[in-house]
């Protein structure tokens, strides 16, 4: 089955840390590129970070560059986001998504940032 | 940093009626746009990229169109299902966006 499923999202503090995984099955993973997006509650969909599919180059929103970083392992079929130095108002529902247009999307995975 | 302007950002209509939803770029994106369907609680789902290219196993009661800075989703014969928040993004360059969203609902 194509499928892409979150995990690792939870509580953490302020200026606390977390990572995020993505499991990816059912496709050639490597051969994509992939997405974070994130929705706060009750609010749209924000874009966060990208990476290629070889994982050489990485994209990242204003908002998270400089804590946020995106990996992958092609060998694990494993998309990452190590998140740092976490905010408030980083507190949302992450999902990874396939390719340049997200077309594949995963269930998202829950991050509240509060002390 | 391009911008994505959805309108209206909210609507309703009945079942059976034709909605057109409207996304204007604040720069030329040619045709790197997608469309995506969210309802409550749920991840988005793909419905067009490429500006008008059906995702695969989307109804074709959905479809897309435009280019350059003006785009538009339309969605004919609406059902109760169709209920949902509809977003545009463009992937033209990064960092890529998404419009604000438009909440249809069917009366």
């Known amino acids: 089955e194509v499928q892409l499923v979150e995990s690792g999202g939870d509580l953490a503090q302020p200026g606390g840390s977390l990572r995020l995984s993505c499991a990816a099955s059912g496709f050639t993973f490597s051969s994509y590129a992939m997405n974070w997006v994130r929705q706060a509650p009750g609010k749209g969909l924000e874009w966060v970070s990208s990476i290629t599919s070889g994982g050489g180059s990485t994209y990242y929103a204003d908002s998270v560059k400089g804590r946020f970083t995106i990996s992958r392992d092609n060998s694990k079929n494993t998309l990452n986001l190590q998140m740092n130095n976490l905010r408030a108002e980083d507190t949302a529902v992450y999902y990874c998504a396939k390719r340049g247009y997200s077309d594949l999307w995963g269930r998202g995975t829950l991050v509240t940032v509060s002390s | 940093d391009i911008q994505m302007t959805q309108s209206p950002s909210s609507l309703s209509a009945s079942v059976g009626d034709r909605v057109t939803i409207t996304c204007r770029a604040s720069?030329?994106?040619?045709?790197?746009l997608a469309w995506f369907q969210q309802k409550p609680g749920k991840a988005p789902k793909s419905l067009i990229y490429g500006s008008s290219t059906l995702q695969s196993g989307v109804p074709s009661k959905f479809s897309g169109s435009g280019s350059g800075t003006d785009f538009t989703l339309t969605i004919s014969s609406l059902q109760p299902e169709d209920s949902a928040t509809y977003y545009c993004q463009h992937y033209n360059s990064y960092p890529f966006t998404f419009g604000q969203g438009t909440k249809l609902e069917i009366k």
């Open positions: 720069q030329d994106i040619t045709n790197y």
